[in-house]
């Protein structure tokens, strides 16, 4: 960009790109870029702006949205209880509720300094990739850890061992802007400690991972395969240096290899399935998809604990209340933009443009007519992501590979929403262990194939980043 351009107002910054040949040309905003999630938008932007069903929901079908969402926000207790819908919790887990991780329905954020556990984080467990365990690769994503399994839980039922505590610090290190402004980014160190059986072993892989926000997961899952599939790059034909993978993921309802949508690796193929585990890892409840506690055999006690399944013959979570707590997640709306039209906001909208931003965080889809949920369908919707695969580099890389995920592999998240984050959950901690502390510092840590984009953010000056700000937020 000229550097005279650098200089201009917001105002004359939009006027100004629109004249330029090799530039995008937002001037106002398109029609219906406010709607986020088209009729099922959301017109709250406070700080219970995620926790609403669609705005197309019937009052009728609003119920089981109430429902599901008191099994979502409500603690299960230890079994055996005389409340026999909510026991059978842990005996290993990470919380005894869905809401503790997503608050509001919102992101989750790494541990405190002193907290005695992570609560809306959670450490992801394997050992490399080897030829003996090709089923568990296939069905799993991943080999896991022989003692501890897949995740670490740091909480456990009286009379069971929590598997550890984990603690991150943090060093810090500089990056400059072009006009000399410069930025901390802190890079985490995890840290494991007080494990309860004993060493891990030698060649573990970790991987942190906040909570994601619950928002829009039913309109991901409502996209069209191809629609996805068609943005998918891996030989990098058009030579942008984005090369968009999808990853092939494990149906456990279909038994064969799907389409991996949710997740920070793309790791889950549905809501459905991503509840069950979910379920399964952070709390410990068995069902029909996931039948066996998330015990190891040499976690003895943990076998040997009291299950909640009750004498009815089903699981802990039986399958109407996945099915409720299902129906609830898919049907979280998302909030409309704000201030789409504002000078500032399109002149952050174009800057994105320029830098190649749009290149993973694919603005627009429209939802297939046959969807799980009826008012879902049909609806043009604006999630900011490809939910492909892209490397990211290796200041990002948690070296942990997930099905066809490597271990610098991340899918795009999301971005609607993103905007409101400080507004519902208290705080502005970004990426997928909550490293970046604001929305700046997210984007600093972008590499791989995201740097291009990353440097020429770098030659922004102050008015053109806080425009790239604006428009963020404004999503």
């Not at 907290?115 to 992801?124: G, I, K």
């Not at 991987?207 to 409502?222: D, H, K, N």
């Not at 943005?231 to 456990?252: E, F, K, L, S």
């Not at 379920?279 to 076998?303: H, K």
Request: charged share 20%; glycine share 10%; net charge negative.
């Amino acid at each position: 960009m000229p550097a005279s351009l650098l200089r201009l107002s917001p105002l004359l910054l939009v006027a100004a790109l629109a004249a330029c040949d090799d530039a995008p040309r937002f001037t106002q905003a398109e029609p219906g870029e406010a709607l986020s999630a088209g009729k099922a938008t959301v017109q709250r932007s406070d700080r219970n702006a995620f926790s609403l069903p669609s705005a197309n929901l019937s009052p009728e079908r609003r119920l089981d949205f109430s429902v599901g969402n008191s099994f979502f926000r409500n603690p299960w207790v230890i079994a055996p209880s005389t409340t026999t819908a909510r026991d059978g919790l842990g005996p290993l887990f990470n919380t005894n509720a869905c809401q503790n991780c997503h608050v509001r329905d919102g992101r989750g954020h790494p541990p405190e300094p002193n907290a005695s556990n992570a609560v809306s984080m959670l450490v992801r467990l394997s050992i490399p990739d080897q030829a003996q365990y090709a089923k568990e690769i296939e069905r799993l994503g991943v080999v896991p850890e022989p003692v501890y399994g897949t995740q670490l839980q740091d909480m456990a039922v009286p009379g069971v061992a929590p598997e550890g505590k984990v603690r991150v610090d943090y060093t810090s290190e500089t990056v400059t802007f072009e006009d000399g402004h410069v930025v901390e980014l802190r890079r985490p160190a995890l840290q494991i400690t007080q494990l309860g059986y004993g060493p891990m072993h030698p060649d573990t892989r970790f991987s942190a991972r906040v909570a994601p926000p619950m928002i829009g997961l039913g309109l991901l899952e409502a996209i069209p395969e191809a629609a996805i599939l068609a943005n998918a790059d891996p030989d990098d034909r058009n030579g942008d240096g984005i090369r968009g993978r999808p990853n092939q993921v494990w149906d456990q309802t279909t038994n064969k290899t799907v389409l991996g949508r949710f997740g920070w690796k793309a790791g889950q193929p549905n809501v459905n399935q991503q509840n069950v585990h979910a379920f399964a890892g952070d709390m410990g409840l068995t069902s029909t998809l996931q039948p066996v506690d998330d015990c190891t055999p040499a976690q003895v006690d943990c076998l040997a604990a009291p299950n909640g399944d009750g004498t009815g013959g089903e699981k802990e979570v039986s399958d109407n209340i996945l099915r409720l707590v299902t129906f609830y997640t898919r049907n979280l709306g998302v909030p409309a933009r704000r201030d789409v039209g504002a000078p500032q906001v399109l002149a952050g909208k174009n800057l994105f443009f320029q830098a190649g931003c749009q290149g993973c965080h694919t603005p627009q889809f429209t939802t297939g007519p046959d969807t799980h949920e009826p008012e879902l369908a049909n609806q043009v919707i604006r999630p900011y992501s490809d939910l492909l695969l892209h490397d990211m580099g290796p200041g990002l890389a948690d070296n942990r590979s997930e099905f066809k995920a490597s271990g610098q592999d991340w899918r795009t998240p999301p971005l609607w929403g993103i905007g409101l984050t400080e507004t519902v959950s208290g705080h502005t901690q970004f990426l997928h262990d909550g490293r970046a502390r604001n929305l700046l510092e997210a984007v600093l840590w972008h590499g791989g194939e995201a740097e291009a984009a990353r440097n020429h953010v770098l030659t922004f000056n102050a008015e053109q980043r806080a425009a790239l700000l604006a428009f963020l937020n404004s999503l």
